[in-house]
């Protein structure tokens, strides 16, 4: 029995070290996954995660330390090694060719004599696909997969090459429930006929539902292994994030003023035929409270968004702030009035990768005094762009840092503050904390609350229960495009708000009748 | 009837010098890489296939000098633009101005020799199909070349492994890396390909179209080529009907002239440019297609694991 279990040993790593130039990515980080677990491996961003996955597939070496597979010492030179190890890795962003059909990427990862025969090929991408409950045609193009069917040549490509350890890099944060449910259900019987699985997640209750074990990173060290069924979420989050950081807000009552926003019969077409149109959205917000809107996505969430923000002005009906209609005014016009937003793309739409901190407050707060006769006060804006890092903290060297480099969470930290900091009237914030980690999360919730208590109101738009339930005083749901009506938080059970996520409600009525 | 198979089959040659170098070129480019340096590479491969073949007298060892000077320029740009990962247009650009300058240099006591260039030879049975027997099959042995090239390029890319890698590469180096797959060993290759294609197509120009050495004797056709490649939306079969088009435009001009158009020379002189350009417009206009035949990680420096 003691042999078997020493056998049963797929991978140990003993007293990884990695060092980058400043920062110590790996910090002796020990790890053992046996044949058929499911090993969680959890951390905030920053935590090491990332560079642990590199090291076992074979992207970069480490500094120090050894790595044993089945029992015998090796050093995996680059991810084709690792993969004729049997060491498989579904990416955050898939490394998938996307002119190319499902087989030909996954002849791509195979040996030249195994990927010959097309037709053979086909024929074992189905079978494996069919197996494991993941339909695939392996003659579709890749870029006419949705997401989630992205994953699922990810993982087949993996499957169809016997791998015995399969890395799953934040699976799940792509995927909507019923689609999470699927990849656990294959996860799971995958670990009965004896592969292992290295999955990475920030989602604590998913951990403690699929993962037999966890090991806790924090700083580029372990701060704890455990068995997540038998220990609290909270206690998960504990080893996460130490113990100075707190794990949840605790949010006080808001206190609503008078009404800010009206919006009243706001339509909009979309001219692409896959796209969502918005029709007849009725909407009070208060000052000092929280709107949450829930709802799967791509059910008019950005539309709406969009039409707030001023990037959408071609459609029907009215948004009155305070009882001038903005609904034609130009994003900056709307943004001189107080109108904030914070969109769901972090890179790219609010941020620019590869501008400096303070190069992107100038793009959304010149109005604070930054810009002169058309000429930009750099030494105000890097004050300006030093004080959201200051009170918002944000971890990084400076405001000379390009937003790229930024963490997701330490970025959505600085967007959020960059906003805060103009005293908005409305913030519009959608997702804010998507991807992000527990104690950016904490953080950005606190900068939220503390602008509505401000006087400010919010707009939450999220696919976050527990986000929303925790932050807003009112809720309701976006589906098709239609919103439904408001509820209070607290008299609104999480069934009916299912209900209205799923579209069943009467539209068209003003949705503060309920509040 | 006569005059109409002989047209054909001048336009025959003067599309192949265009079709060889845009074929080198096209597999350049399916890695990702961007070569400008055609102009530069076809030069040198000019002269030092006439130079090689005047002093050792055979023709077979102009062409494999042409080549090894075709592939040493790209090796050259390989360096810069792969290796250390340079600005792949001011790389190219470079090479052209450098291959223009050293063949000039180089050529300067070629020009006025001549020698017997490659003549024709018909091949049996096939070159007896009427019209088409004549115009294909009745040609110089490089221009068969040419014609192995293609088939050769275009069943690589669609049916064998090493075009499914090419293919990925050109389209996202990061993930192909990811995926385990050898990015710079590609990219050299392919680099190398294109510069022995268009030292190939150099050699044509010296050792078979006009059998002589002349200071710029390309005449722009690397750029044409670099045109052609784009314009063919990256697909071998639309590549070799932009440059027999050339061809046929190039013969037309010269026709023109014969029959005593009455018009500048330099306006004539221009049409094969002009038509060449405007047909392979009209023919890339189906976005769809397009997008799965381009290389999306063209003319982008990629380092590997950074």
Not at chain 2, 108 to 124: E, K, L, Q
Not at chain 2, 258 to 287: D, H, R
Request: glycine residues 10%; aromatic residues 6%.
């Amino acid at each position: 029995m003691g042999l078997c279990m020493t056998a049963a040993i797929r991978l140990k790593l003993e007293n990884i070290v990695k060092e980058y130039p400043g920062c110590r990515a790996n910090d002796g980080i020990d790890l053992t996954v046996g044949a058929g677990e499911i090993h969680a491996l959890l951390g905030e961003n920053g935590a090491g995660k990332s560079t642990l996955m590199k090291v076992i597939y074979g992207v970069i070496q480490p500094d120090q330390g050894r790595i044993v597979w089945n029992g015998h010492e090796v050093q995996v030179d680059n991810p084709a090694q690792a993969r004729r190890m049997g060491i498989g890795m579904v990416f955050q962003h898939f490394s998938l060719f996307e002119t190319l059909t499902v087989a030909e990427n996954i002849a791509l990862s195979l040996p030249p004599d195994e990927a010959r025969n097309r037709n053979q090929l086909n024929q074992r991408i189905r079978e494996v696909s069919e197996r494991y409950g993941m339909a695939l045609d392996p003659r579709r193009y890749v870029s006419t997969l949705s997401v989630g069917e992205r994953q699922r040549v990810e993982i087949v490509r993996c499957l169809i090459q016997e791998t015995t350890l399969l890395i799953l890099d934040e699976p799940t944060s792509v995927l909507t429930p019923q689609e999470v449910s699927a990849l656990f259900a294959t996860l799971r019987k995958l670990s009965k006929e004896g592969c292992s699985i290295l999955f990475i997640s920030h989602k604590l209750e998913e951990v403690r539902s699929l993962c037999h074990t966890a090991t806790v990173l924090r700083q580029g060290r372990v701060s704890g292994d455990c068995q997540p069924a038998e220990i609290s979420a909270t206690d998960i989050a504990r080893l996460m994030v130490g113990d100075d950081t707190p794990i949840s807000t605790q949010v006080t009552a808001a206190k609503p003023g008078a009404t800010l926003v009206e919006i009243r019969g706001l339509g909009w077409k979309s001219k692409d035929p896959f796209g969502t149109s918005l029709s007849n959205v009725n909407l009070d917000l208060h000052k000092g409270e929280i709107v949450g809107i829930a709802g799967v996505a791509g059910n008019g969430q950005d539309e709406l968004l969009k039409a707030l923000s001023g990037e959408i002005r071609s459609g029907t009906g009215t948004i009155s702030l305070e009882g001038l209609n903005i609904a034609s005014l130009f994003p900056d016009q709307r943004r001189k009035l107080g109108v904030a937003i914070v969109p769901e793309e972090r890179l790219g739409r609010g941020a620019v990768p590869d501008m400096s901190l303070a190069d992107n407050a100038l793009l959304t707060a010149s109005g604070q005094g930054l810009v002169s006769r058309g000429l930009i006060r750099s030494g105000r804006v890097r004050a300006f762009s030093r004080e959201v890092i200051r009170r918002f903290g944000v971890r990084c060297t400076g405001e000379n840092n390009t937003a790229g480099s930024l963490s997701g969470g330490n970025l959505q930290k600085y967007i959020i503050g960059r906003e805060a900091l103009q005293n908005p009237r409305l913030l519009v914030a959608s997702h804010p904390t998507w991807g992000v980690d527990v104690g950016s999360a904490v953080a950005i919730h606190e900068s939220l609350v503390r602008l509505r208590d401000e006087g400010a109101s919010i707009l939450l738009i999220s696919e976050d229960l527990d986000e929303l339930y925790r932050l807003c005083n009112r809720l309701g749901a976006l589906c098709d495009g239609r919103l439904s009506p408001l509820a209070p938080t607290s008299e609104l059970h999480i069934e009916q708000l299912g209900q209205w996520m799923a579209g069943e409600f009467e539209s068209g009525e003003v949705a503060h009748a309920v509040a | 009837m006569e005059l109409i198979i002989n047209v054909l089959a001048a336009t025959v040659v003067a599309g192949t010098p265009l079709l060889l170098v845009a074929l080198g070129e096209l597999i350049c480019e399916r890695s990702g890489v961007l070569n400008l340096g055609q102009e530069g590479m076809m030069l040198m491969g000019a002269v030092a296939g006439f130079a090689a073949a005047l002093s050792s007298g055979s023709l077979l060892v102009g062409v494999a000098a042409a080549i090894v000077a075709g592939i040493g320029m790209s090796l050259l740009f390989a360096f810069m633009a792969v290796t250390l990962a340079a600005n792949q247009y001011a790389a190219g650009l470079a090479l052209t101005i450098f291959g223009t300058g050293l063949s000039a240099f180089l050529g300067a006591g070629f020009v006025g020799s001549s020698i017997d260039g490659f003549s024709r030879v018909a091949i049996p049975l096939l070159s007896d199909i009427p019209v088409l027997g004549r115009v294909f099959f009745d040609q110089d042995p490089l221009v068969y070349v040419s014609f192995v090239a293609f088939a050769g390029v275009a069943l690589f890319l669609r049916y064998s492994r090493g075009g499914l890698l090419l293919r990925a590469i050109g389209e996202d180096p990061e993930a192909a890396n990811a995926n385990g797959l050898q990015v710079l060993l590609v990219r050299y290759l392919a680099v190398a390909f294109g510069g022995g294609m268009a030292g190939l197509a150099g050699a044509y120009l010296s050792l078979a179209y006009t059998p002589l050495w002349t200071e710029n004797m390309t005449a722009g056709r690397g750029w044409i080529a670099l045109a052609l490649v784009v314009f063919a939306t990256w697909r071998p079969e639309r590549l070799i009907l932009g440059a027999y088009l050339f061809g046929a435009a190039s013969i037309l001009h010269l026709v023109l002239q014969g029959m005593g158009w009455k018009s500048s020379t330099e306006l004539l002189a221009m049409l094969p440019y002009l038509v060449t350009i405007l047909m392979l417009v009209l023919l890339s206009w189906n976005p769809a297609r397009t997008r799965l035949n381009t290389p999306l990680s063209l003319g982008q420096p990629y380092r590997p694991g950074s």
